[in-house]
């Protein structure tokens, strides 16, 4: 089969990686693409011995009939969507329309991510737990709901703003500030409606399931470092390092997540005629009162994927389809691996601001000798075909170990060798879960 892979970054390498894996995977096309995916395109290209080989192609995908021209073409027998852009803007309907089978959720599904105040309606019709919360329409409406609620108080923009959306103020002034700085614009589109919730105390773990809408497969947890600063300090980025499985999430609190949580989510959505296909990745709390949801995201997370795909070994193909075919329930069980999988991310400097552009990476293959895995999310190759920095998050070093100790062990020997002087990184990653082992 052929298959098209949307998106460019770590998450998209180590599922082009994995779909590759796969016996079933014929060809593979990525747009755009990293020059990590490149190189999985390359080894299946060479492996294969392709008539029509596969590459790395800039297509623009908010040209709808561009992608599906593109799939006619080069016979295209499955899309897997990476980010959450093109399917909150409905891609996948798009190319299902016309007869190509996606994974990922439809525009209608894709809600659970692109509005909050979607999700948090679905969770009270659906009796799920969540933080207790108020839409508002208006910076009026806002200020006077925010009187019934005791801070420290969480104030999101409705839609989706790159993971930035989120403000928890910590006194009446600054909650009002906020919700003049979100009706003023700060968030542009996304700020025009806002949810304020109520602040739930506890740790926070990423679970992970599939759908085709009516079946239901967990696919493991893992836990992200969102800050950009060890010990979990300073601003927020899209994840500085992930670890999988999160043992905090214990066999029961997955049950009772997928119980509570999970399975009436994907049981609301098809019922309200918006039946969710893909992955649906929920950001729980584990509050004192059990797991409750904070928000979903309709795509796998960036860099969790890659921990679980180092974790899989179900045919990632398989599983991608059926969850796209609507056949999830004749599928192969999933199995994960018991080992323990680390990611750290390499980022540029000045990330998350302005991160430094064009910083040369060298030594790479001598960190993969390691036995770590190092996939590209925000790389390019320059004039020379050196591999150079593009973009705030640049090199995620990933490896597996059967503790969590000895995975990040083995990360942090691989990244030692990786010569990136315009980088940082967090020592720390996996921290929580270490300092829980030690005490
Ligand atoms: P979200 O984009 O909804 O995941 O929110 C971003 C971050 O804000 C989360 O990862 C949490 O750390 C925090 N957060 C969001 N909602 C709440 C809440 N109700 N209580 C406490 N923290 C929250
Ligand atoms: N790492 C968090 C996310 O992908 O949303």
Known sequence: ??????????????????????????????????????????????????TTPGACTAIDLT?????????????IGLVV??????????????????????????????????????????????????AGYVRARSAAEAHA??????????????????????????????????IDDMFGGAFGGAGAEVVIE???????????ALTDGSAIVAFGSAQDHKRVGEGDTGPNTGGMGAYSPAPVLTAELEARAMAEIIAPTVAAMAEAGMPYSGVLFAGLMLTARGPKLIEYNCRFGDPECQ????????DLVDLLEACARGELAAAEPTRLSDEHAITVVMAAKGYPGTPASGGLIENLSAAEAHGAKVFHAGTATDGTGALVAKGGRVLNVTATGSSLQEARDRAYAALADIRFDDG????????????????
């Open 198 to 208: 109520e602040f739930l105390e506890g740790e926070e773990v990423s679970l992970f």
């Open 1 to 50: 089969m052929n298959i098209l892979l949307l998106g460019a970054g770590g998450r998209e390498h180590a599922l082009a990686w994995k779909l590759a894996q796969s016996p079933r995977c014929t060809t593979l096309w990525a747009s755009p693409g990293n020059p990590g995916i490149a190189e999985v395109i390359g080894d299946l290209n060479a492996r294969r011995s392709c």
């Open 307 to 314: 921990v679980l795909m180092m974790r899989l070994e179900s």
């Open 63 to 75: 040209d709808h009939a561009a992608v599906k021209t593109f799939c006619k073409a080069q016979d």
């Open 424 to 439: 940082f990184w967090r020592g720390d990653i996996g921290w929580r879960e270490l300092a829980r082992q030690s005490a």
């Open 81 to 130: 969507v990476g980010p959450e852009a093109p399917l909150v803007d409905g891609l996948a309907d798009s190319l299902r329309g016309a007869g190509i089978a996606v994974f990922g959720p439809g525009k209608a599904a894709a809600q659970l991510e692109g509005s909050k105040g979607f999700t948090k309606d679905m969770c009270t019709r659906a009796g799920i737990p969540t």
């Open 145 to 178: 709901a925010i009187a019934g609620f005791s801070l420290p108080v969480v104030i999101k923009a409705d839609g989706l703003a790159a993971g930035k959306g989120v403000v928890i103020p910590q006194t009446a002034e600054e909650a009002a500030a906020t």
